[in-house]
């Protein structure tokens, strides 16, 4: 009886599956037949086009609306332009000071300088449609584990290395390797995490022969050959992991220019030189292509990111001719503009370096903008001033110094320039 049970509990239950799978196979062919008569009509060449043409995909995409899933959001890197945004107050204490980090050089020392408001170190930037995060130094220490970095430019892009080695010092503190006579070339080496960050002091690129004291005070004409590399930095390209370039200032020094050794033209010289008035733009645009060309036939493995010329913010004058800078605050969008030497800079840049990036991804080299002129050009009160002397006015409130609108506090508004460098690094 037992046995009988089972039997037909065993029949039931392969009757009712075999019942099942009948079903399933007539309801998938009512569907096959369906969709094949909608596929059919959806293939129907349209009548405006011959029978040997294939219709282009894109003249039948859907709504857009239908699409909105597929496109990236705001807080997405190739969405969202990092350098348009504005300064927001900052409630958090700055990352570091001058107590806290030994490496910030005297004229950026503001702080130890005595610059009496303390304001401009409370903004963070913030990009419009999407987050920003701060620069995360242990994050990024570890990314770069036996990893090198090279900061390679002029005095500007030496201020921006004292900002990311102050950063990073936060978390463990840098051991330097070397520096020569000048403090100009140094080394430093992160042991924990057998990291080497370096800084070159090239402010042409290029080989120059350059006759002025530390003050900016020329004896003789730059002699700048646009068709030959710096050497300082060549003969160690290919032992960085990492290399930040930087330029441009100095392209508005008076300068004569050679190609092959010969005189080519000039900028700002004198009017008893017979030479042809080629201007600094002229220069700026031949080196960078010249730097790009050096980039393309070189070793691939290296990230390569060229950081924009930034913004003087000297008023009622220049470097030389009594300029200042005693603004605590932010400017608001429109207050300054760019400068016409500035603007020349900028263009050259936003012109050649795109091009450089395009041919770069073609070749499988990683080659980006860092563009913080932007984010710059509204911190008129980010500047040393008069204190990029120790305390400037002990003695006599109405002393004449040289103020520095051209430089950075240190901690102060380029430590942002390094929360763009650590997006740029991590999305890459």
């Given at each position: 009886m037992k046995q009988n049970w089972w039997r037909s509990a065993y029949y039931m239950q392969h009757h009712?599956?075999?019942?099942?799978?009948?079903?399933?196979?007539?309801?998938?062919?009512?569907?096959?037949l369906l969709f094949s008569q909608s596929s059919d009509a959806n293939n129907i060449t349209p009548p405006d086009l011959p029978n040997d043409v294939n219709p282009n995909p894109k003249d039948f995409i859907e709504p857009p609306q239908d699409l909105n899933q597929f496109q990236p959001q705001d807080n997405e890197p190739e969405k969202c332009d990092i350098s348009d945004?504005?300064?927001?107050?900052?409630?958090?204490?700055p990352v570091y000071t001058n107590n806290t980090c030994r490496?910030?050089?005297?004229?950026?020392?503001?702080?130890?300088?005595?610059?009496?408001?303390?304001?401009?170190?409370?903004?963070?930037?913030?990009?419009?449609?999407?987050?920003?995060?701060?620069?995360?130094?242990?994050?990024?220490?570890?990314m770069m584990r036996d990893k090198s970095w090279a900061f390679v430019g002029d005095s500007i892009?030496?201020?921006?290395?004292?900002?990311?080695?102050?950063?990073?010092?936060?978390?463990?503190?840098?051991?330097?390797?070397?520096?020569?006579k000048e403090y100009k070339n140094?080394?430093?080496?992160?042991?924990?995490?057998?990291?080497?960050?370096?800084?070159?002091?090239?402010?042409?690129?290029?080989?120059?022969?350059?006759?002025?004291?530390?003050?900016?005070?020329?004896?003789?004409?730059?002699?700048?050959?646009?068709?030959?590399?710096?050497?300082?930095w060549t003969e160690q390209f290919d032992t960085w992991d990492y290399i930040l370039f930087s330029s441009g200032k100095w392209f508005i020094k008076t300068a004569i220019y050679y190609e092959k050794n010969n005189i080519l033209g000039c900028h700002g010289c004198s009017s008893g030189k017979n030479y042809t008035r080629l201007g600094f733009g002229f220069a700026y645009r031949k080196i960078l292509n010249n730097l790009f060309e050096f980039i393309m036939n070189s070793n691939p493995k290296s990230m390569i990111i060229y950081r924009t010329s930034t913004p003087d913010h000297f008023e009622n004058g220049t470097w030389s001719t009594g300029g200042s800078c005693d603004r605590t605050v932010p400017a608001k969008d429109g207050d300054f503009e760019l400068a016409d030497i500035n603007r020349i800079l900028r263009e050259i840049e936003l012109s050649e370096i795109p091009k450089a990036e395009e041919r770069a991804a073609e070749k499988g080299i990683k080659l980006k903008l860092l563009d913080v002129t932007p984010l710059s050009l509204?911190?008129?009160?980010?500047?040393?001033?008069?204190?990029?002397?120790?305390?400037?006015?002990?003695?006599?409130?109405?002393?004449?110094?040289q103020y520095d609108c051209l430089h950075w506090c240190l901690p102060g508004p380029i430590d942002s320039w390094n929360d763009l460098l650590m997006n740029i690094v991590a999305s890459a």
């Open positions: 009712f599956v075999y019942k099942l799978g009948i079903s399933i196979l007539l309801v998938g062919f009512g569907f096959r945004g504005e300064w927001v107050p900052n409630k958090g204490s490496w910030i050089e005297s004229h950026q020392n503001c702080m130890g300088n005595g610059r009496p408001d303390t304001g401009y170190m409370y903004w963070k930037w913030s990009p419009k449609g999407c987050d920003l995060p701060r620069f995360d130094a242990e994050r990024f220490l570890e892009n030496r201020n921006h290395l004292q900002s990311f080695i102050c950063l990073l010092s936060q978390v463990e503190d840098a051991v330097e390797l070397y520096h020569d140094r080394q430093w080496h992160f042991p924990t995490y057998n990291l080497t960050v370096s800084v070159m002091w090239s402010p042409f690129l290029a080989k120059a022969d350059i006759f002025e004291d530390i003050d900016g005070v020329s004896s003789a004409e730059i002699q700048l050959h646009l068709d030959i590399l710096d050497k300082t509204v911190r008129p009160d980010g500047h040393p001033g008069p204190y990029r002397h120790f305390y400037p006015f002990a003695e006599d409130k109405s002393s004449k110094v």
